[in-house]
């Protein structure tokens, strides 16, 4: 039921920021061009073809890395503030450390920025969006706290290579996400199956090199270069299933949001009370000698609190949480004790994990200021898929429209009426491109690629239409902007 404010013009304030998003090895291909080095997903997809659902992989993907004028141009053409992309670390530094350093590679990056600049569009770039070198991974990668050094020289590189560019920089892109490619989960690389300790140990090496990036900002960079530096978090909204499932809910949220977003950005620093005490008991249930739940020094904890000028938010879709234990022994699935489940009845899109549920949007946004004061918010990642075949079904994509105003509403809620301080939008994504484990079957571009057809053309689909005239009049306007839209199109 919509209420009456639902069909009215919404406006957002004129220095709101609109953007639109891409990550290397989704969108780039030349997986091995011009010196770039093996990712963990080049090597784990190329090991086991059978993990996504139709065997194809990023190799080639949309091709960005010699069409990314086309891409530039699709930016512009939409209005954006911004483009958020991510920089692949082994294209430029193929063995991961600095003993290399792939100049094509760093070329290829600094075209991408001057076509931005040259159209007015700030770049954002995501400085490590899941694709690790390889050569750091047999090293033990994310498992292992030292590669936290490697990252810091990583970001040194970036920033004075592109800083006096560059002005906004998201360290990690979802540790909470990547980090499951380290507890067996196959659908992230680099496949680990080491459940319940091995996603804890991501965890922890992440959020020391989030902020050793972030330390080394400050001291050398930012007086000169004057940019700002965050971290994007991705969270679902979890829903009480049953009155009495409340505890559950705050348990979900600080396990999958709280893991990464306290010790960051809450005033006590360190992972959320709740996780150091149910980790630590169940380890104990396991006659384990300590917590699988690594321990930060008080020193740590201070040096990873308060490292980000800004929080990243990637939101798609709300998850009911209910009492119960549910995943593998040991896992930080069972250590959050909730069982996460969804109503069948929520209107569904092309991802099995994705239903359209807007106000646990604006939900999300009040949690996060309650949790952590009025820290500024900017969106990294909102959107919607489908696995529409035809053409016609592809490029008239009401879905999509839909899914955007009514969580562009719900946002807008969120800052006007609860005083949320969100400072941007960015939608997910710019282009069809290469959707992980489930590869070119789902859909979340704004543009439309046949990757059957080797020109990899990209053609508007009606959603971005709809988007670009709000990134340019910041009005969201009332009902019955479907027919607008599909008007411009036909
Ligand atoms: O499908 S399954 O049920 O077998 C496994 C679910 C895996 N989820 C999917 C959503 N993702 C958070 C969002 O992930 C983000 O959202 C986009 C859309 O997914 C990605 O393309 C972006 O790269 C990523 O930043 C977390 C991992």
Same mark, same amino acid.
């Given at each position: 039921t919509l209420r009456s404010e639902d069909n009215e013009e919404l406006r957002f304030d004129d220095n709101f920021l609109f953007g639109v998003a891409s990550a290397a090895y989704q969108i780039e291909g030349a997986w091995n061009e011009d010196g770039k080095g093996e990712s963990i997903w080049d090597h784990m997809l190329h090991e086991h073809p059978e993990y996504t659902e139709d065997r194809q992989n990023g190799d080639v993907a949309a091709d960005s890395y010699h069409r990314y004028r086309d891409d530039v141009k699709i930016v512009k053409e939409m209005n954006m503030d911004f483009y958020r992309f991510s920089i692949s670390w082994p294209r430029i530094l193929p063995n991961g450390d600095l003993s290399l350093i792939n100049a094509k590679g760093v070329e290829y990056y600094n075209n991408l920025i001057d076509e931005l600049l040259a159209n007015g569009i700030e770049p954002m770039v995501t400085m490590f969006h899941w694709d690790l070198p390889y050569a750091l991974q047999e090293l033990g990668g994310w498992a292992n706290r030292h590669i936290a050094t490697y990252f810091r020289d990583y970001a040194d590189l970036l920033f004075k290579t592109y800083g006096n560019k560059v002005k906004w920089w998201i360290t990690l892109n979802e540790?909470?996400?990547? !980090?499951?490619?380290?507890?067996?989960?196959?659908?992230?690389?680099?496949?680990?199956?080491?459940?319940?300790?091995?996603? =804890?140990? !991501?965890?922890?090496?992440?959020?020391?090199?989030?902020? $050793?990036? =972030? $330390?080394?900002?400050?001291?050398? =960079?930012?007086?000169?270069?004057?940019?700002? &530096?965050?971290?994007t978090l991705n969270s679902f909204w979890y829903t009480p299933k049953t009155e009495n499932d409340k505890n559950a809910a705050e348990r979900a949220i600080q396990f999958w949001l709280g893991w990464f977003a306290n010790p960051v950005f809450s005033k006590e620093g360190?992972?959320?009370?709740?996780?150091?005490?149910?980790?630590?008991?169940?380890?104990?249930?396991?006659?384990?000698?300590?917590?699988?739940?690594?321990?930060? @020094?008080?020193?740590?904890?201070?040096?990873?609190?308060? @490292?980000?000028?800004?929080?990243?938010?990637n939101h798609y879709t709300t998850n009911y949480a209910e009492e119960g234990e549910e995943g593998k022994t040991p896992s930080a699935d069972r250590d959050a004790g909730a069982i996460i489940t969804q109503n069948a009845s929520w209107p569904s899109s092309g991802s099995d994990w994705l239903k359209v549920t807007p106000t646990g949007f604006r939900d999300l946004l009040n949690w996060i200021r309650n949790a952590y004061g009025d820290v500024r918010i900017i969106i990294t990642e909102n959107g919607f898929s489908d696995r529409n075949t035809t053409v016609d079904g592809i490029l008239l994509d009401d879905g999509r429209v839909t899914y955007f105003e009514e969580y562009l509403r719900e946002m807008h809620k969120a800052i006007y009426t609860d005083g949320v301080k969100v400072f941007g939008y960015t939608a997910w994504t710019l282009i069809?491109?290469?959707?992980?484990?489930?590869?070119?079957?789902?859909?979340?571009?704004? =543009?439309?690629?046949?990757f059957s057809d080797p020109s990899l053309t990209?053609?508007?689909?009606?959603?971005?239409?709809?988007?670009?005239?709000?990134?340019? @009049? $910041? &009005?969201?306007?009332?009902?019955? &902007?479907?027919?607008?839209a599909s008007s411009i199109l036909l």
């Open positions: 540790p909470q996400s990547f !980090c499951r490619g380290y507890s067996g989960d196959h659908f992230l690389a680099p496949g680990v199956e080491h459940p319940g300790v091995g996603e =804890y140990l !991501c965890g922890h090496t992440a959020l020391l090199a989030h902020a $050793h990036a =972030y $330390h080394l900002y400050e001291e050398t =960079y930012r007086a000169k270069q004057k940019g700002e &530096v965050g971290i360190n992972y959320p009370q709740v996780m150091r005490e149910r980790v630590a008991a169940n380890s104990a249930k396991e006659k384990l000698r300590r917590s699988r739940l690594p321990v930060f @020094t008080q020193e740590e904890i201070n040096y990873i609190k308060g @490292t980000a000028d800004f929080f990243g938010l069809d491109n290469f959707e992980w484990l489930h590869s070119y079957q789902e859909r979340f571009g704004l =543009y439309y690629v046949n990209r053609s508007a689909k009606k959603s971005s239409i709809y988007l670009g005239e709000i990134a340019l @009049t $910041h &009005v969201v306007p009332s009902q019955g &902007v479907q027919l607008i």
